[in-house]
């Protein structure tokens, strides 16, 4: 299995050149994923799903195909949820 990166909320917002509000209202339009809580006060991006939004944006794709990718993160990670407490997605 590959080491998965998480990225701190500060460090996250960083690569993508946008403010805490500007991120919050991309979740709330669905073209930002949600992001993790690795605590009680803390929380983080992986990698990945993030390079995947960059990407996406990098080549110009429209908001709706940017919701169809941030879906798929979300539904990926209740897949692996889903695993690893025993139920089937």
């Known amino acids: 299995m590959n080491a998965i990166k998480i990225l701190r909320w500060p460090e996250a917002l960083e690569r993508l050149g946008i403010s805490e509000s500007s991120y919050?209202?991309?979740i709330a339009d669905?073209?930002?994923?949600?992001?993790i809580h690795l605590c009680a006060r803390a929380?983080?991006?992986?990698?990945?799903?993030?390079?995947q939004v960059i990407r996406a944006r990098i080549a110009g794709l429209p908001a709706a195909e940017i919701r169809k990718i941030v879906e798929q993160i979300h539904e990926e990670r209740a897949r692996i949820a889903a695993e690893l407490i025993g139920g089937a997605a």
């Open 24 to 26: 919050r209202n991309g």
């Open 43 to 51: 929380v983080g991006l992986p990698e990945h799903e993030l390079n």
């Open 30 to 35: 669905g073209t930002l994923p949600k992001p």
